[in-house]
């Protein structure tokens, strides 16, 4: 069975998936360590073995020079073990999704291998 979150709101990432406030203040909700705790919570949130966490920025807007749109990060949850991956992708909203979506699944596949 799947289950699934999805969290833009930090409420949310706060209350369901338990990354921390702190951490959502210092790096915001998109975006660093959070990717991290996202990928953890949603593991323990629907008791499975693992997860996979997509967060960063799509667009058409929001980036900013720091964090521009295309700048994803992509986090797999097996067991204890938690990888994390940045990628920065062109296109459009669409496009940037499908290309975090392949990203988050082909870490999920080398993090299984491994």
């Given at each position: 069975m799947l289950g699934?979150?999805?969290s833009y709101a930090n409420a949310v990432k706060e209350s369901l998936l338990r990354v921390p406030a702190?951490?959502?203040a210092q790096n915001g909700a998109g975006l660093g360590g959070s990717g991290r705790r996202d990928g953890r919570g949603r593991a323990?949130?629907?008791?499975?073995d693992c997860a996979?966490?997509?967060t960063g920025?799509?667009?058409?807007d929001g980036g900013t020079a720091e964090k521009p749109v295309g700048l994803v990060?992509?986090?797999c949850a097996v067991a204890d073990a938690t990888r994390v991956a940045r990628g920065s992708f062109p296109g459009d909203r669409a496009t940037v999704r499908e290309f975090a979506?392949?990203?988050a699944l082909h870490l999920l596949r080398k993090t299984l291998d491994a």
């Open positions: 699934g979150v999805i702190g951490m959502l323990r949130r629907h008791g499975r996979l966490a997509i920025v799509a667009g058409p990060y992509v986090s979506a392949t990203a």
